[in-house]
DNA sequence: TAGGTTTGCTTCAAACTTGAACCAAGCCCC
DNA sequence: GGGGCTTGGTTCAAGTTTGAAGCAAACCTA
């Protein structure tokens, strides 16, 4: 089968959206590094843990929220263990499992944080769209989101995806 | 003053793009990885090079072009010239500067590699989303990239921009 | 035209990511 | 209840990215 190559306008989008996601990475990387010593990823961790009834949350089901791989998790995890900002317990239910807890200090360091890399989020992407462009993102990336979950087994099984399992709290 | 958190529909919109995001350059990462041996960066910089009249460009130029800082840069050229790729040639006006110009082995990887990498990106993007949504994509982030550009010096000084110079073919 | 600044690029060490093992705990099932 | 498979998580080596220096060529400007 001969390749459907991208049209004009595809091929603009497409371009659009690898300079455009780059620059913010970057540019929201930078901002959380400078103000809470950390990359993006690090304090999604730290926000993600921050939203359960426990502050708890098994790397797992971690990893699954945040899209990311399991050593990547245990890794950041390790870091931000030194700093002090989260703590690791093992699952009492499941021997095997361990679970990541915010402590205080990482509270803390969450809140302090989060405004600046708000108003970063707000600056860089979210006060440039008109009501409707937010939806409409919303919209784009939710549906790519369900396609590249739903198609696993397909072709080249994603390493993220498990099956999910008491919060161990 | 008080910050200004997301509305319920904002942190919709900001999560569904940073979860896809991930999982987006991960699938790509991993389909270029298989079939052409290298991650999306080192194939884009191939893809840049191949696009312009002479198949050569100053490494500051494309830098920029790919919106990533220049060590990285650095690097990555270096990788391609390992694997005979890129050929590096100093500029004859400006001797400072360096080129990277695509070989012709570059030049077949690339056309190897491109049918799979379009595909992927169909597969993942293009083809599930309906043509307004394409032009809603572009229009987004044509937006951010402007917005991300346009600012700077007015905090933290990003270091991609520079003032084009002479290809120096 | 000497001296200081800027520009183009590389180098370096430290941090991070990746994919492939690896290990131990649960599961299954005869 | 002893193999064999799966699952949850870590470890390891290799590769990549980052930010801060470093270095040399070009560009002032007096």
Redesign the interface.
């Known amino acids: 089968m001969t390749?459907?190559?991208?049209s004009p306008?595809?091929q603009?989008?497409?371009r659009?959206?690898?300079?455009?996601?780059?620059?913010?990475?970057?540019?929201i990387d930078?901002?959380l590094q400078?103000e809470a010593g950390m990359p993006h990823l690090y304090y999604?961790i730290l926000a993600n843990l921050s939203e359960t009834p426990e502050r708890r949350l098994r790397m797992t089901d971690l990893a699954e929220g945040?899209?990311?791989t399991r050593p990547r998790l245990t890794y950041a995890v390790a870091r931000l263990e030194k700093d002090g900002l989260v703590r690791r317990e093992s699952c009492q239910w499941d021997k095997r499992g361990s679970v990541a807890v915010l402590t205080d200090e990482g509270m803390a360091v969450l809140e302090r944080a989060?405004?600046g890399h708000?108003?970063t989020?707000?600056?860089?992407?979210?006060d440039?769209?008109t009501?409707e462009?937010?939806?409409?993102?919303?919209?784009?990336?939710?549906?790519?989101?369900e396609?590249?979950?739903g198609?696993e087994g397909a072709s080249?099984e994603?390493p993220?995806r498990r099956r999910s399992s008491p919060s161990c709290s």
Chains 1, 2 share one sequence.
């Open positions: 390749t459907r190559w991208l306008d595809e603009r989008a497409w659009a959206y690898i300079a455009a996601s780059l620059l913010l990475e970057d540019t930078r901002q400078q999604s945040l899209k990311i989060a405004p708000v108003e989020v707000r600056a860089a992407l979210i440039r769209l009501p462009q937010v939806r409409q993102l919303e919209e784009i990336f939710t549906s790519v989101t396609g590249l979950l198609e080249g994603m993220w």
